[in-house]
């Protein structure tokens, strides 16, 4: 780095060996003088798979997520945030802010000239992982949100949250802590339940030894790893994020942008996987449900003994359930682009009601198309209907109500479409295009 670069530390390799099932290789690129490190594993030509770690984690908190996907056709890039893992850390506290942060991320897809990339968000990953979708759309095909939120109007910040601002300011449990009588594998041991605060934490604030079990002393290395040896400088990164949340500096957390990339959120028409942990009490379950309702289109799976770090503890199966909702979105595609030409180019006379059920199987089903075809104008109609206001005839519907209701006459307009189309051609047999073993 030259004199004019921020002054910044940079963790030996060496670290890194031997870590229990994270063995990729490294990649870097330079953001002015600046080495940002990224897993990049799969075919270079590949959909991409982007996952996004927040604090205290890296990388490493995707190590189970990686090999389902690599199978399954993805390119899987896991980048480390400036002040993580292999990435070099600037020893400035005010370098860092949440802007900076998401720039940084901006400039490596660009860098690599990412499209059709899956992004996988949680913690702090949402709001620097989510502005990227909101920025950049069209190189994004799915969201994975878990475990995290994008700050705007009316957001109340859980007693979790507030807790961990207090706990990592001058005299919190973390500031005075970290890293001279634990580091943050510590605490990740304790978070995903791999050890207790009593046999993990208060030894060590006694200035005893802690016992850990194997898989929770592994776990320990790993995410100690990126800051050992490095003294309260190694840790600066880390310990800017809780103090830029925006409720407590909202500047520094770019409140204002993220409210901008909440609507946009809201508003995509891209596929959206909810994946919650609802053993969590800095984003707790009821946030995220009420989140996934204001994205009509988006699913929801959850975890009932998973918490914050649920890509820790649950990483296989959150790939197996986003692999399945992909197959099932492609089926969909595939068979809905199939069956609109044919649709289209079905003419049958127009014969009376009387005569639905007369005929040849291909008469009747030309018939069935024909009516799918009204129901779809007639649930268009009737959606209309219901979002004006009926001059006091009749209660307007609740927003949630219309919603749901326009929502289920499209669906079933569309789907009686589709199998009346699918009957009239009988040799049309949808391949299960894009899916994945």
């Not at 790939?319 to 969909?332: E, F, I, N, P």
Request: hydrophobic share 40%; with cysteine; aromatic share 8%.
């Amino acid at each position: 780095m030259s004199t004019s670069d921020p002054l910044a530390v940079r963790t030996p390799d060496a670290r890194f060996e031997s870590l229990a099932d994270f063995s990729y290789r490294p990649h870097f690129v330079d953001l002015d003088g600046l080495r940002m490190h990224y897993v990049d594993e799969g075919l270079k030509d590949a959909p991409v798979a982007l996952m996004i770690h927040g604090m205290p984690t890296w990388s490493y908190l995707y190590r189970s997520i990686i090999p389902p996907m690599i199978p399954a056709g993805y390119r899987c890039i896991a980048p480390d945030h400036i002040g993580f893992a292999r990435s070099d850390k600037v020893t400035d506290p005010t370098w860092y802010d949440i802007a900076r942060h998401t720039t940084n991320l901006a400039r490596l897809i660009e860098t690599l000239d990412l499209h059709d990339v899956t992004i996988f968000v949680q913690d702090w990953g949402g709001p620097t992982g989510l502005a990227q979708v909101a920025t950049m759309p069209d190189r994004f095909s799915r969201l994975v949100i878990m475990n995290t939120w994008l700050h705007h109007d009316g957001y109340e910040y859980s007693p979790g949250i507030l807790n961990w601002i207090r706990q990592n300011d001058p005299g919190g449990l973390f500031r005075d802590n970290v890293p001279q009588r634990f580091g943050w594998g510590t605490l990740m041991a304790v978070a995903t339940q791999r050890v207790s605060p009593q046999d993990g934490l208060l030894p060590l604030l006694q200035g005893e030894a802690a016992t850990l079990s194997p898989e929770a002393e592994a776990l320990r290395l790993a995410y100690d790893a990126p800051f050992v040896g490095l003294g309260d400088a190694g840790v600066t990164g880390p310990r800017q994020f809780p103090l830029s949340i925006p409720v407590h500096d909202h500047v520094r957390g770019n409140g204002q942008a993220q409210a901008r990339h909440f609507a946009a959120i809201n508003a995509t028409s891209l596929p959206v996987n909810f994946v919650w942990g609802l053993a969590d009490d800095v984003f707790t379950g009821d946030w995220g449900r009420r989140w996934h309702s204001l994205i009509p289109h988006a699913t929801w799976d959850a975890f009932d003994d998973a918490g914050h770090f649920l890509q820790d503890t649950h990483g296989e199966r959150i790939a197996r359930l986003v692999l399945g909702h992909a197959d099932r979105d492609s089926d969909q595609s595939a068979l809905e682009a199939a069956v609109s030409p044919i649709a289209a180019t079905v003419t049958m006379p127009r014969l009376p009601w009387s005569a639905a059920f007369s005929g040849s199987p291909r008469r009747r089903a030309s018939r069935t198309v024909l009516r799918s075809r009204r129901h779809v104008r007639n649930a268009r109609a009737h959606a209309r209907c219901h979002s004006r206001p009926r001059g006091g005839r009749k209660p307007e519907l609740p927003a949630a109500s219309a919603e749901a209701r326009r929502t289920t006459h499209a669906r079933s307009a569309r789907n009686q479409l589709l199998m009346a189309t699918a009957v009239v051609t009988a040799r049309f047999r949808p391949a299960r295009l894009g899916s994945r073993p």
